[in-house]
């Protein structure tokens, strides 16, 4: 009783805060044109908007680089790379990298704990019901290694990834471990080859890592068809190994 409570009283708290925020973002014209331009920058795709944005607050570049990122979590679908090319134009590989990595893993977190506390409506109303049906596929299929295999996959939505495991009974700490690891590579990949995203390299780089992503889906959609048609993907295999020998 004493446990339901509790989690009632925080739904309330959560729903609360989120209700402030909205009133704010509607009742404040200053807030209102705030977040409409942190949301026109990101949504440009343009890398050079993300960095002059983030280097006009000077010695505050790297706090507000961490609110975008978390601000890009909750507010899905907005890409989060570009923050992790920024980070890496802006502070240097490395010290990018760490500042993405963790800004990320704080992003994960809140959208968990918004899905595991105010459920599927309200994180159909963040993340949108398609990005959630996306991802809730490969829930089915994999369990828990679904976060792993998305966090490593760079155009599965990261933010319905996170929302989504809120809503199942996976632990946080698991969630939040598998996060990191999965994410990590990602981070360490963008952010090497964010500070030599200039001119005709970045259309390149950005060309290498549609392929790349490409390719992964690929071989996983490959790999879903053949646990759930093992019948057919045998008989063809068969079939290939009778053509084989009469050859």
Excluded at 110 to 115: L, Q, S
Excluded at 130 to 144: D, H, K, L, T
Aim: charged share 15%; aromatic share 14%.
């Amino acid at each position: 009783m004493e446990k339901t409570n509790k989690k009632s009283r925080l739904k309330w708290c959560v729903l609360g805060v989120l209700i402030a925020l909205c009133v704010i973002y509607f009742a404040v014209p200053s807030v209102n044109a705030y977040v409409n331009k942190i949301s026109a920058v990101l949504g440009s795709a343009n890398v050079d908007a993300v960095i002059e944005f983030m280097r006009s607050y000077g010695p505050y570049a790297m706090a507000i680089s961490f609110f975008l990122m978390v601000f890009s979590s909750v507010a899905a679908p907005l890409p989060a790379f570009l923050i992790t090319f920024a980070n890496a134009a802006i502070f240097g590989w490395w010290q990018g990298a760490i500042l993405s990595w963790s800004s990320a893993m704080a992003g994960a977190a809140v959208c968990f704990f918004i899905a595991r506390v105010l459920g599927r409506d309200t994180v159909e109303r963040f993340a949108g019901k398609g990005a959630i049906a996306s991802v809730e596929g490969y829930f089915r299929e994999y369990g828990s290694k679904t976060i792993l295999v998305c966090r490593l996959l760079p155009f599965v939505s990261f933010d319905a990834v996170s929302y989504f495991a809120g809503l199942t009974p996976i632990k946080f700490w698991p969630f939040f471990i598998a996060t990191g690891i999965g994410q990590l590579p990602a981070t360490i990949v963008y952010s090497y080859v964010g500070g030599m995203l200039t001119g005709g390299v970045k259309y390149f780089v950005t060309a290498l890592l549609c392929i790349f992503a490409i390719s992964i889906i690929v071989m996983i959609i490959k790999g879903m068809y053949s646990k759930k048609h093992p019948k057919a993907v045998g008989a063809q295999g068969s079939a290939e190994s009778a053509g084989d020998k009469n050859e």
